[in-house]
Structure formats: structure tokens, C-alpha cells
């Protein structure tokens, strides 16, 4: 096996440092990269040197190889994605013996029965509640208005609300430990926006215990986990599901929008409307979408060897471009089929919160079309900009009309 990997006209390892995050298609730097080799050599914005996987085959394939892990042998001395330090970092570098579950992982154990079919069939109609609710809200503002803030982002926050088991009344102390959170400087704040946020949710797992609810922190709590433990658990579905589902919304209706006849078909079916929301989720680029993890011993894949200790950057939205699995990847299609995009990731790294999301973006398109049939971006999809150095990436605003 080999370790080379291509390097830029000047010799150098091609870096991630300032590569912007496009809106509604992929940059060209790592376009490039995924043309070049499934997996290249690529120098992080914090400096240091990763693996970049760019293609569909090579990430499910590593996606299922437990030698990668969030976790390093040498935890000070692990090279990092980013330079600021923020939560999210802090997790990735602790050692074996205090490193917490992955909010991926950790959510498992809220998987049954919380994420079975039959508990998302049963949240579909209060999902289309607060749709209608907070779309009411959206229009008695009138045009023009932000959908990412008036409608994407308290939706997923509802919906969360409503799994988690947050009562209506905590609704504004969770939004504000949310937001001192997404504001993070350095990794004292960061530690300690964390231990806010875990304090409350143990705190709201003991009331649960006395006043139950069909939510998950009451089952949590009813199975015998510890209040220490539904912290991080509950967190976990936080992190994962809040500005991913806000961000699909915003991106899905700039896509929908941007294609009318598709959008249309979509409306007149179901079934097209479920085709749909799989093609957002492959086409949409909803900010950040690279787990970091650390080979535990030598790896190889793709022509290359991994070392040991090296960080191995696994890219949800490269592959869902590979031409090698995708016709015409460019191009947003609700009728391609098969459509395996990697979006919610796969084997033990799946989002186990999947089926819900996917009920919350079909929900929202329908919801929105059918109700604002001329919602349509108020500026150039151009203008429209992403944000980061957050707990992740997402729009800072989706400007609309209608």
C-alpha cells in the first residue's frame, strides 16, 4: 500500500482552510478532490494533515470499520479538524476513559421505542400541527419574510420539544442555552455552555420521574437510566437533529422552488413528494457535513494506508456526487432511482433519528407549497450564505416571498 496522495501545482497538500460552504452545489476544490482519488491526503484549516474520503463506496466501507473511532491513543497530541475550540472538538479529543458516547451512537439507546415506525406514524399528525402552527405564524408577519428563522429552525425545535419531552414552559430557557452554546469562543465557555445545557436536561429527567409523558426522557428514566445519563442522550438528539432538519428545510424549499414542474409533481403524489425529499437530502448541502474520527490501527483502503493515530475525515455530502453511483449527480431529480445518498450516514454511524426527519421535510414541503403555491426566494440564491464556527454549519437566513 501506499501513502502518496496528489498534491497541488506547488508541491503542497491541497488545504480545507477557507474553502467556503456553497449553497446548492458542491465547491470546486472538492470536486476536484473527489475526481482525483476516493481518498486523499488533505491538510485541515486547523494545519494538520487527514485523510479526506470523497466517494460513496470508500465511505460506506469505512463507515463500517470499527478501527475508526472519535477517540485518539495520544488525546493532547491529536490533530485536530478546526483551530477554535468549541464542544464538539473537545469531544473528539478526550481519551478512552472520559469520552462520551457520539451523539449518533448515544441516541440508540433512545431508539426504542422512540424511533420505531409505529412512534413515528404517531407523531405524524402532531408534526403536521405544528407545521400548520408555525406556518400561520410565518404568514400573519407577511412577506417577505426569513423562513429559516420564523419557520425551518422553531419547527425542528417543536418537533424535538415534543420527542424529548420538553414541556412549553422550558421552551425559552432551552432556546437560550442553545444559543449561548452556538456562540462558543473558547473551550472554557465551551465546557461550561455544555454543563448547562446537561444540568437542565438531568434536571428535567427528574421531574419526569414523578410526571411522566409519552416522551423520551420519561421512557429513558422508566428503563432505570440514570439522570446523569439522559443528559447526554437527550443532548445527543439535540446536536444531531436541530440545524439539520432547519437546514434541509431551507435548502429543499430553495431547491423545490428553483424547480416549479418538479415541485408540482411532488404536491400532486405522495409518493413523488417522498421521491423528493430523498433528492434534497442527496442534493442539499446543509453546511458542515464531515465526522472526524481517528484510525486506531492502520487502515487500508482505496490504494492507501491510514496509520495509526491519523484523522480520517468523513465527508455525508462528496459522495452523495459520486458519478460513479449517481447519473448526472449534478442535476436535482425527484424521479432518480435507486437514490442511495449517505446523508444520514450508514452502519453503526446511521442517524438513528432518520425516520423522523424524513417526516418533518415531507411535512414542510407539503405544508408550505400547498399553502404559499408562489413561495419563492426574495434575493439570488447566490446571495444566500452559510455560516460556521458554530456547533455546526447552517444558512444564516432564507430570505422569501409570495
Not at 479529543?93 to 406514524?121: E, H, K, T, W
Not at 420519561?218 to 440545524?243: K, Q
Not at 428545510?249 to 405522495?270: M, T, Y
Not at 491510514?306 to 431529480?333: H, K, M, S, W, Y
Request: negative net charge.
Amino acid at each position: 500500500m501506499t501513502t502518496a496522495s496528489p498534491l497541488t501545482p506547488s508541491g503542497e497538500l491541497p488545504s480545507l482552510d477557507g474553502v467556503a460552504t456553497s449553497v446548492l452545489r458542491l465547491n470546486p476544490l472538492l470536486r476536484e478532490l473527489q475526481s482525483r482519488a476516493p481518498v486523499c491526503r488533505v491538510r485541515t484549516p486547523a494545519g494538520d494533515e487527514a485523510w479526506l474520503v470523497t466517494r460513496h463506496a470508500e465511505l460506506k466501507q469505512l463507515l463500517l470499520d470499527e478501527r475508526l473511532g472519535r477517540t485518539h491513543a495520544d488525546p493532547p497530541n491529536a490533530p485536530p479538524l478546526r483551530p477554535q475550540p468549541h464542544a464538539g472538538h473537545a469531544h473528539q479529543r478526550r481519551g478512552p476513559a472520559d469520552r462520551p458516547q457520539d451523539p449518533r451512537r448515544s441516541a440508540v439507546d433512545a431508539r426504542p421505542p422512540n424511533f420505531s415506525a409505529r412512534r413515528v406514524l404517531n407523531l405524524k399528525p402532531k408534526v403536521e400541527a405544528l407545521a400548520e402552527g408555525v406556518l400561520a405564524d410565518l404568514v400573519a408577519q407577511g412577506p417577505p419574510a426569513d423562513l429559516h428563522a420564523n419557520f425551518s429552525m422553531p419547527l425542528s425545535l417543536l418537533v424535538l420539544c415534543e420527542l424529548i419531552g420538553v414541556p412549553a414552559e422550558d421552551h425559552g430557557r432551552l432556546i437560550t442555552l442553545l444559543t449561548s452554546m452556538a456562540e462558543l469562543d473558547s473551550l472554557e465557555s465551551a465546557e461550561a455552555g455544555r454543563q448547562a445545557l446537561f444540568d437542565y436536561l438531568a434536571e428535567l429527567a427528574g421531574r419526569k420521574r414523578t410526571e411522566p409523558g409519552d416522551d423520551v426522557i420519561s421512557r429513558l428514566a422508566a428503563s432505570g437510566v440514570t439522570d446523569e445519563r439522559i443528559a447526554p442522550v437527550t443532548a445527543g438528539l439535540l446536536f444531531a437533529g436541530l440545524d439539520a432538519v432547519a437546514s434541509h428545510i431551507d435548502l429543499g424549499v430553495a431547491l423545490l422552488s428553483a424547480h416549479p414542474e418538479q415541485c408540482a409533481a411532488a404536491l400532486r403524489n405522495p409518493e413523488a413528494m417522498t421521491h423528493a425529499v430523498e433528492e434534497v437530502l442527496r442534493a442539499a448541502k446543509a453546511g458542515s457535513s464531515i465526522l472526524p474520527r481517528y484510525a486506531s490501527e492502520d487502515v487500508d483502503v482505496a490504494g492507501v494506508t491510514i496509520r495509526r493515530g491519523e484523522l480520517v475525515l468523513l465527508d455525508f455530502t462528496l459522495p452523495n456526487f459520486d458519478a460513479q453511483v449517481f447519473t448526472d449527480a449534478e442535476t436535482f431529480d425527484i424521479t432518480r432511482s435507486p437514490n442511495p445518498h449517505l446523508t444520514f450516514g450508514h452502519g453503526i454511524w446511521h442517524c438513528v433519528g432518520a425516520p423522523l426527519a424524513r417526516v418533518q421535510l415531507k411535512t414542510a414541503y407539503t405544508v408550505l407549497f400547498t399553502r404559499l403555491p408562489d413561495l419563492r426566494l426574495a434575493v439570488p440564491v447566490e446571495e444566500l450564505q452559510m455560516v460556521g464556527g458554530q456547533l455546526s454549519s447552517a444558512l444564516d437566513g432564507l430570505p422569501v416571498t409570495w
